[in-house]
């Protein structure tokens, strides 16, 4: 089987955020970090060169294979700020159709800006995303 790419590593969070060439994109980031640490009560660390990650959790698939991976996280892409969301977007259409301008990937909030978007939901959003993850982990 094939090892994952993306693991937790010792790059430090904040000097990877301030070099984030846009200065918004830099800003909306250290405001997003702010909200999920207040969220995960959690420190973040490096997932690889680009994600920021906010807690973890141990996953096992039908075919037997596991691994580890982050609870919460975003990451400032250059077109975007992207939020992974662990469990998907099914469950959170009501919450969707509040939060604001976005797009969405499977388990990826696409954000242009934070002023785009509602940050209570915002922050709803994540919270139950973060539930989520916790309850499978006790599974």
Known sequence: M???KTKPTDKNVKEFLNKVENPRRRDDSFKI???MREITQEE???WGDSIVGLGSYHYKYASGREAD???IGFSPR???LTIYIMDGFEKYEDLLKKLGKHKLGKSCLYLNKLEDVSIPVLKELISESLKYVKESMSE
Do not use: D, N, R
């Open 2 to 4: 094939t090892e994952l």
């Open 33 to 35: 970090l702010k909200l």
């Open 44 to 46: 973040p660390i490096m």
């Open 69 to 71: 991976w982050l609870a």
């Open 78 to 80: 250059k077109q975007y």
